[in-house]
């Protein structure tokens, strides 16, 4: 039915929810399936499409979109009876699926509302939303994110650092190891090369996610906000041809920025902890004090004519953090009183979407 959906939607240029539902949803008629499992593939065959073009409006080469794994999809007609859950399969005959207890503790919790099931060959997938209420941040926290460590300042004045020197260590393991595949086939190598890919994402999500719960714990005690540099382009940057070396981009590309990031921001919107979005721009170059432009100095530290030596990360630090400050003033401390101004109208997003004016 996917498969059908996205061949209509090719032909038809459907891009629309509602227009691939009028152009297709006759010609699932020949399937014997409830409707339900209809219009899931309608609408997943919609948010595929929307991902092919935008790859294809980038100038990515994507292959056009073709399901091969089986995958079951269905945002209605399922509940809970018995600790069992019921999918829908034949009007009046569901299929019934034992849970185990954590994932019925799980979902059992106040507030909560499953939006949907994933069914595949191996696995059973159960997303989940739950009503938060976000309160008033009384401050805010500025993270700077690094190759090898996480630096957090917040408006009182704290700093804290996260390492993430393992990380580094074990994606330098990998590559090592990698490296030293000889095997003269480009199968094999792919083969074992995504196998210890693998085994390396698995040790450094654990690790990110280790890191992103300590520090939205940690705001949301303090009641603090969270401020974080947009961080887009990066890949781009180092590229093949961009005329840095092998290595160096190999160690930048493997920055997982992205991913911590990503972990952070679902955390503490699950946690109802406020993340503001920030531009990067010159936050490890100026000084946090003034504003003024700083030189580089030994051991990761800047020297500031006026204010002298400070860490390299905490001025970043503190620099996302005046920044997210002067969107959403709360608790100003005295540093952020007299910064350098920044140029209005940089089209800063929240992360719910509304501008900030
Ligand atoms: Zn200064």
């Not at 297709?24 to 073009?53: P, T, W």
């Not at 160096?248 to 406020?274: C, M, T």
């Amino acid at each position: 039915m996917l498969n059908d959906c996205l061949r209509i939607g090719l032909a038809e240029n459907a891009t629309s929810l509602k227009f691939l539902s009028l152009k297709a949803y006759r010609q699932l008629s020949g399937y014997d399936v409830m409707s339900y499992y209809k219009l899931c593939a309608i609408s997943r065959a919609v948010g595929i499409l929307r991902n092919y073009r935008k790859a294809k409006r980038r100038g990515h080469h994507v292959a056009e979109p073709y399901a091969r794994r089986p995958q079951l999809v269905t945002c209605y007609g399922f509940k809970i009876i018995d600790g069992k859950l019921q999918v829908p399969f034949k009007p009046r005959r569901p299929i019934s699926i034992p849970l185990n207890k954590h994932t019925l503790d799980v979902l059992s919790k106040p507030n909560q509302t499953i939006r949907s099931i994933t069914l595949t060959t191996s696995m059973m997938g159960i997303a989940y939303s739950k009503e938060t209420t976000s309160t008033e941040p009384v401050g805010l926290v500025g993270i700077d994110n690094n190759l090898d460590n996480v630096t957090l300042v917040d408006s009182k004045g704290n700093v804290e650092r996260y390492s993430l020197q393992k990380a580094m260590w074990i994606k330098s393991k990998y590559r090592e190891i990698k490296s030293h595949f000889t095997r003269n086939d480009v199968r094999i190598r792919r083969r074992i090369s995504r196998k210890y890919g693998e085994k390396q994402r698995d040790r450094i999500s654990h690790l990110h996610h280790d890191v992103s719960k300590h520090i939205v714990e940690d705001a949301k005690a303090k009641r603090f906000g969270i401020v974080m540099e947009k961080l887009t382009g990066l890949r781009r940057l180092y590229r093949k041809g961009n005329g840095q070396g092998r290595f160096y981009r190999d160690r930048l590309n493997s920055w997982s920025f992205r991913e911590l990031q990503r972990q952070i921001e679902y955390k503490a919107h699950w946690e109802g902890v406020p993340v503001l979005y920030v531009p990067a721009r010159n936050t490890s170059r100026k000084c946090s004090i003034c504003g003024l432009s700083m030189k580089p100095e030994e051991n990761r530290t800047l020297k500031c004519p006026t204010h002298g030596i400070v860490d390299r990360d905490v001025n970043a630090a503190r620099n996302i953090l005046t920044r997210g400050l002067r969107f959403r003033p709360v608790a100003l401390p005295v540093e952020a009183m007299v910064t350098a101004s920044m140029p209005h109208g940089m089209g800063i997003r929240r992360v719910d979407g509304s501008e900030i004016s």
